[in-house]
Protein backbone atom coordinates (compact mmCIF):
# COMPACT_ATOMS: atom_id res chain seq x y z
CA UNK A 1 0.00 0.00 0.00
CA UNK A 2 1.73 3.02 -1.04
CA UNK A 3 0.71 6.14 1.85
CA UNK A 4 -2.66 5.75 1.54
CA UNK A 5 -4.16 5.82 5.44
CA UNK A 6 -7.98 5.36 5.15
CA UNK A 7 -9.80 8.85 4.66
CA UNK A 8 -6.78 10.74 6.13
CA UNK A 9 -5.15 11.80 2.62
CA UNK A 10 -6.65 14.54 0.71
CA UNK A 11 -7.94 13.88 -2.79
CA UNK A 12 -5.44 15.72 -4.11
CA UNK A 13 -2.71 13.75 -2.02
CA UNK A 14 -4.37 10.34 -3.22
CA UNK A 15 -4.39 11.57 -6.75
CA UNK A 16 -0.63 12.26 -6.38
CA UNK A 17 -0.04 8.88 -4.92
CA UNK A 18 -2.19 7.46 -8.15
CA UNK A 19 -0.37 9.26 -10.28
CA UNK A 20 2.20 6.88 -11.66
CA UNK A 21 -0.31 3.90 -11.75
CA UNK A 22 -4.11 4.89 -12.20
CA UNK A 23 -5.15 1.37 -10.88
CA UNK A 24 -5.02 1.29 -7.13
CA UNK A 25 -3.28 -1.19 -5.74
CA UNK A 26 -4.84 -4.64 -4.23
CA UNK A 27 -5.11 -3.15 -0.27
CA UNK A 28 -6.51 -0.11 -1.42
CA UNK A 29 -8.64 -1.41 -3.55
CA UNK A 30 -9.81 -2.80 -0.40
CA UNK A 31 -10.12 0.15 1.12
CA UNK A 32 -11.73 2.10 -1.20
CA UNK A 33 -14.27 -0.35 -2.14
CA UNK A 34 -15.42 -1.25 1.71
CA UNK A 35 -15.31 2.86 2.22
CA UNK A 36 -18.65 2.82 -1.04
CA UNK A 37 -20.10 0.34 0.84
CA UNK A 38 -19.88 1.72 4.35
CA UNK A 39 -20.89 4.88 3.13
CA UNK A 40 -23.91 3.43 1.34
CA UNK A 41 -25.07 1.59 4.50
CA UNK A 42 -24.95 4.92 5.67
CA UNK A 43 -27.35 6.74 3.23
CA UNK A 44 -29.16 3.79 3.49
CA UNK A 45 -29.93 3.59 7.41
CA UNK A 46 -31.03 7.31 6.96
CA UNK A 47 -33.76 6.51 4.45
CA UNK A 48 -34.66 3.64 6.58
CA UNK A 49 -34.72 6.13 9.96
CA UNK A 50 -36.66 8.57 7.91
CA UNK A 51 -39.31 5.96 5.80
CA UNK A 52 -40.16 3.41 8.07
CA UNK A 53 -38.74 3.59 11.73
CA UNK A 54 -39.52 7.54 12.14
CA UNK A 55 -36.26 7.66 14.33
CA UNK A 56 -35.21 10.81 11.90
CA UNK A 57 -38.00 13.52 10.95
CA UNK A 58 -39.45 12.96 7.23
CA UNK A 59 -37.60 14.73 4.69
CA UNK A 60 -38.06 14.12 0.64
CA UNK A 61 -35.11 16.07 0.72
CA UNK A 62 -32.75 14.05 2.57
CA UNK A 63 -34.11 11.47 1.21
CA UNK A 64 -33.53 12.11 -2.48
CA UNK A 65 -29.86 13.14 -1.59
CA UNK A 66 -29.23 9.68 0.18
CA UNK A 67 -31.05 7.73 -2.64
CA UNK A 68 -28.69 9.80 -5.31
CA UNK A 69 -25.38 8.91 -3.43
CA UNK A 70 -26.49 5.63 -3.13
CA UNK A 71 -26.83 5.64 -7.26
CA UNK A 72 -23.93 7.04 -7.71
CA UNK A 73 -22.22 4.61 -5.92
CA UNK A 74 -23.63 1.82 -7.67
CA UNK A 75 -23.10 3.53 -11.21
CA UNK A 76 -19.46 4.63 -9.92
CA UNK A 77 -17.70 1.31 -11.54
CA UNK A 78 -16.59 -1.08 -8.32
CA UNK A 79 -15.68 -3.62 -9.73
CA UNK A 80 -12.33 -2.29 -10.52
CA UNK A 81 -11.92 -2.61 -7.01
CA UNK A 82 -12.12 -6.30 -7.49
CA UNK A 83 -9.00 -7.21 -9.23
CA UNK A 84 -7.31 -10.38 -8.97
CA UNK A 85 -4.79 -9.98 -5.29
CA UNK A 86 -7.91 -8.55 -3.15
CA UNK A 87 -9.71 -11.90 -2.75
CA UNK A 88 -8.18 -11.97 1.11
CA UNK A 89 -7.54 -10.20 3.53
CA UNK A 90 -3.82 -8.67 3.37
CA UNK A 91 -2.29 -7.18 6.74
CA UNK A 92 -5.17 -5.26 9.06
CA UNK A 93 -7.08 -4.56 5.44
CA UNK A 94 -9.53 -6.90 6.20
CA UNK A 95 -12.25 -8.06 3.65
CA UNK A 96 -14.91 -10.35 4.18
CA UNK A 97 -15.41 -11.67 0.48
CA UNK A 98 -15.58 -14.79 -0.95
CA UNK A 99 -13.86 -16.97 -3.56
CA UNK A 100 -17.09 -17.09 -5.70
CA UNK A 101 -17.08 -13.51 -6.18
CA UNK A 102 -13.58 -14.21 -8.72
CA UNK A 103 -14.77 -16.70 -9.91
CA UNK A 104 -18.76 -17.29 -11.02
CA UNK A 105 -18.40 -14.19 -13.03
CA UNK A 106 -22.03 -15.15 -14.33
CA UNK A 107 -23.58 -14.76 -11.05
CA UNK A 108 -22.02 -11.65 -9.84
CA UNK A 109 -22.99 -10.22 -13.31
CA UNK A 110 -26.85 -10.59 -12.15
CA UNK A 111 -26.26 -9.44 -8.66
CA UNK A 112 -24.41 -6.46 -9.60
CA UNK A 113 -27.55 -5.49 -12.63
CA UNK A 114 -30.01 -6.43 -10.05
CA UNK A 115 -28.36 -3.72 -7.68
CA UNK A 116 -27.30 -0.78 -9.87
CA UNK A 117 -31.40 -1.43 -10.98
CA UNK A 118 -32.88 -1.15 -8.17
CA UNK A 119 -30.41 1.84 -6.72
CA UNK A 120 -31.18 4.00 -9.58
CA UNK A 121 -34.80 2.63 -9.32
CA UNK A 122 -34.77 3.95 -5.60
CA UNK A 123 -33.51 7.52 -6.87
CA UNK A 124 -36.01 8.14 -9.41
CA UNK A 125 -38.87 7.19 -7.08
CA UNK A 126 -37.01 9.52 -4.11
CA UNK A 127 -37.37 12.39 -6.96
CA UNK A 128 -41.02 11.84 -6.50
CA UNK A 129 -41.13 12.00 -2.53
CA UNK A 130 -43.98 9.44 -2.50
CA UNK A 131 -43.21 7.44 0.77
CA UNK A 132 -44.90 4.75 0.17
CA UNK A 133 -43.24 4.10 -3.50
CA UNK A 134 -40.09 5.15 -1.70
CA UNK A 135 -40.22 2.56 1.00
CA UNK A 136 -41.08 0.09 -1.94
CA UNK A 137 -38.23 0.78 -3.66
CA UNK A 138 -36.13 0.80 -0.72
CA UNK A 139 -37.05 -2.31 0.44
CA UNK A 140 -36.00 -3.92 -3.06
CA UNK A 141 -32.54 -1.92 -3.28
CA UNK A 142 -31.85 -3.36 0.39
CA UNK A 143 -32.91 -6.92 -0.78
CA UNK A 144 -30.47 -6.73 -4.05
CA UNK A 145 -27.60 -5.57 -1.05
CA UNK A 146 -29.03 -8.65 0.26
CA UNK A 147 -28.30 -10.73 -2.94
CA UNK A 148 -25.21 -10.26 -2.94
CA UNK A 149 -23.98 -10.44 0.22
CA UNK A 150 -25.87 -14.15 0.51
CA UNK A 151 -23.65 -15.29 -2.21
CA UNK A 152 -20.56 -13.45 -2.07
CA UNK A 153 -19.40 -12.68 1.78
CA UNK A 154 -18.71 -14.81 4.39
CA UNK A 155 -21.11 -14.86 7.09
CA UNK A 156 -20.29 -12.96 9.54
CA UNK B 1 -19.83 1.77 18.70
CA UNK B 2 -22.58 -0.39 17.86
CA UNK B 3 -21.54 -3.98 16.12
CA UNK B 4 -20.38 -1.66 13.68
CA UNK B 5 -17.25 -2.65 11.29
CA UNK B 6 -16.16 -0.82 8.32
CA UNK B 7 -17.46 -2.38 5.28
CA UNK B 8 -18.22 -5.31 6.69
CA UNK B 9 -21.87 -5.54 7.78
CA UNK B 10 -24.98 -5.16 4.81
CA UNK B 11 -26.70 -2.22 4.68
CA UNK B 12 -30.05 -4.28 6.07
CA UNK B 13 -27.60 -4.73 9.57
CA UNK B 14 -26.35 -1.38 9.15
CA UNK B 15 -29.97 -0.24 8.74
CA UNK B 16 -31.31 -2.30 11.69
CA UNK B 17 -28.60 -1.40 14.22
CA UNK B 18 -29.84 2.33 13.24
CA UNK B 19 -33.24 1.33 14.31
CA UNK B 20 -33.67 2.58 18.10
CA UNK B 21 -31.46 5.89 16.93
CA UNK B 22 -31.66 7.85 13.66
CA UNK B 23 -28.27 9.36 14.20
CA UNK B 24 -25.14 7.05 14.18
CA UNK B 25 -23.31 7.07 17.55
CA UNK B 26 -19.98 9.53 17.29
CA UNK B 27 -17.38 6.20 16.39
CA UNK B 28 -19.93 5.61 13.36
CA UNK B 29 -19.55 9.53 12.44
CA UNK B 30 -16.30 9.14 12.08
CA UNK B 31 -16.15 5.92 10.38
CA UNK B 32 -18.72 7.01 7.92
CA UNK B 33 -17.59 10.64 7.05
CA UNK B 34 -14.20 8.90 6.58
CA UNK B 35 -15.57 6.62 4.36
CA UNK B 36 -17.09 8.84 1.80
CA UNK B 37 -13.77 11.37 1.80
CA UNK B 38 -12.14 7.66 1.04
CA UNK B 39 -14.45 6.77 -2.09
CA UNK B 40 -14.04 10.70 -3.20
CA UNK B 41 -10.58 10.06 -3.36
CA UNK B 42 -10.97 7.25 -5.45
CA UNK B 43 -13.18 8.87 -7.81
CA UNK B 44 -10.84 12.13 -8.17
CA UNK B 45 -7.62 9.42 -8.76
CA UNK B 46 -9.54 8.18 -11.77
CA UNK B 47 -10.48 11.60 -13.09
CA UNK B 48 -6.68 12.55 -12.58
CA UNK B 49 -5.69 9.59 -14.14
CA UNK B 50 -8.03 9.78 -17.49
CA UNK B 51 -8.24 13.59 -17.69
CA UNK B 52 -4.70 14.68 -16.34
CA UNK B 53 -2.04 11.97 -16.59
CA UNK B 54 -3.53 9.82 -19.33
CA UNK B 55 -2.40 6.14 -16.91
CA UNK B 56 -6.37 5.36 -17.35
CA UNK B 57 -7.73 5.45 -20.79
CA UNK B 58 -10.05 8.23 -21.58
CA UNK B 59 -13.98 7.38 -20.82
CA UNK B 60 -16.18 10.37 -20.84
CA UNK B 61 -18.94 7.53 -19.12
CA UNK B 62 -16.22 7.20 -16.61
CA UNK B 63 -15.36 10.16 -15.93
CA UNK B 64 -19.05 11.22 -15.90
CA UNK B 65 -20.03 8.42 -13.43
CA UNK B 66 -17.12 9.34 -10.87
CA UNK B 67 -18.20 13.12 -10.94
CA UNK B 68 -21.55 12.15 -10.28
CA UNK B 69 -20.08 10.11 -7.20
CA UNK B 70 -18.36 13.08 -5.62
CA UNK B 71 -20.82 15.41 -6.11
CA UNK B 72 -23.39 12.77 -4.72
CA UNK B 73 -21.35 12.62 -1.70
CA UNK B 74 -21.05 16.57 -1.38
CA UNK B 75 -24.93 16.60 -1.41
CA UNK B 76 -25.07 14.00 1.00
CA UNK B 77 -25.52 15.80 3.89
CA UNK B 78 -22.18 15.31 5.88
CA UNK B 79 -22.05 17.74 8.43
CA UNK B 80 -25.05 15.84 10.20
CA UNK B 81 -21.49 13.34 10.78
CA UNK B 82 -19.67 15.98 12.85
CA UNK B 83 -21.32 16.02 15.91
CA UNK B 84 -20.25 16.89 19.40
CA UNK B 85 -18.15 13.78 20.36
CA UNK B 86 -16.86 13.53 17.49
CA UNK B 87 -13.75 16.20 17.70
CA UNK B 88 -11.45 13.32 18.67
CA UNK B 89 -10.49 9.76 17.84
CA UNK B 90 -12.09 7.02 19.71
CA UNK B 91 -9.88 4.45 20.32
CA UNK B 92 -8.60 2.62 17.44
CA UNK B 93 -11.06 5.64 15.34
CA UNK B 94 -8.88 7.73 14.25
CA UNK B 95 -9.95 11.73 12.68
CA UNK B 96 -7.52 14.20 11.64
CA UNK B 97 -10.54 16.90 12.28
CA UNK B 98 -9.21 19.94 13.90
CA UNK B 99 -11.30 21.70 16.78
CA UNK B 100 -11.48 24.65 14.69
CA UNK B 101 -14.51 22.48 12.61
CA UNK B 102 -16.53 22.51 15.33
CA UNK B 103 -15.94 26.09 16.32
CA UNK B 104 -15.53 27.93 13.13
CA UNK B 105 -19.19 27.60 11.87
CA UNK B 106 -18.94 30.74 9.62
CA UNK B 107 -15.38 29.49 8.12
CA UNK B 108 -16.91 26.14 7.83
CA UNK B 109 -19.63 26.80 6.01
CA UNK B 110 -18.02 28.68 3.31
CA UNK B 111 -15.65 26.01 2.84
CA UNK B 112 -18.50 23.52 2.62
CA UNK B 113 -20.50 25.46 0.13
CA UNK B 114 -17.57 25.88 -2.24
CA UNK B 115 -16.82 22.01 -2.25
CA UNK B 116 -20.64 21.66 -3.14
CA UNK B 117 -20.11 24.41 -5.92
CA UNK B 118 -17.11 22.78 -7.25
CA UNK B 119 -18.16 19.21 -6.54
CA UNK B 120 -21.65 19.80 -8.67
CA UNK B 121 -19.90 22.26 -11.87
CA UNK B 122 -17.54 19.21 -11.98
CA UNK B 123 -20.40 16.69 -12.36
CA UNK B 124 -22.33 19.45 -14.70
CA UNK B 125 -19.16 19.46 -17.11
CA UNK B 126 -18.68 15.88 -16.94
CA UNK B 127 -21.83 15.82 -19.19
CA UNK B 128 -20.30 17.37 -21.88
CA UNK B 129 -17.23 15.36 -22.08
CA UNK B 130 -15.38 18.30 -22.59
CA UNK B 131 -11.70 17.47 -21.56
CA UNK B 132 -10.07 20.76 -21.38
CA UNK B 133 -13.35 22.46 -19.38
CA UNK B 134 -13.52 18.92 -17.32
CA UNK B 135 -9.68 19.36 -16.12
CA UNK B 136 -10.48 22.91 -15.16
CA UNK B 137 -13.36 21.89 -12.96
CA UNK B 138 -11.64 18.89 -11.50
CA UNK B 139 -8.33 21.47 -10.52
CA UNK B 140 -11.35 23.79 -8.89
CA UNK B 141 -13.20 20.83 -6.62
CA UNK B 142 -9.27 19.86 -5.76
CA UNK B 143 -8.74 23.28 -4.56
CA UNK B 144 -12.05 23.29 -2.54
CA UNK B 145 -10.96 20.03 -1.03
CA UNK B 146 -7.86 21.78 -0.02
CA UNK B 147 -9.48 24.97 1.53
CA UNK B 148 -11.31 22.61 4.08
CA UNK B 149 -8.21 20.40 4.47
CA UNK B 150 -5.79 23.46 5.17
CA UNK B 151 -7.98 25.03 7.76
CA UNK B 152 -9.68 22.02 9.19
CA UNK B 153 -7.68 18.82 9.17
CA UNK B 154 -4.26 18.08 11.16
CA UNK B 155 -1.26 18.29 8.70
CA UNK B 156 -0.12 14.50 8.11
Same mark, same amino acid.
Given at each position: ????????? =??????? =???????? /???????????????? @???????????????????? &???????? @?? &????? =?? #????? +?????? @??????????????? /????????? #??? =? *? &???????? &? *? +????????????? +??? @?????? /???????
Amino acid at each position: MRKLVLGSM =SALLIAT =SLQANAQP /DPEEQIIFRKAGYSFM @SWNMGKIKAMAIDGTMAWDP &AQVQAAAN @SI &AATAN =SG #MGALF +TPGTEK @SIGDTKTNVRPEMFT /DMEGVGKVA #MAF =S *K &AANELAEV &A *K +TGDKAAIIKAFAA +TGD @SCKGCH /DKYREKM
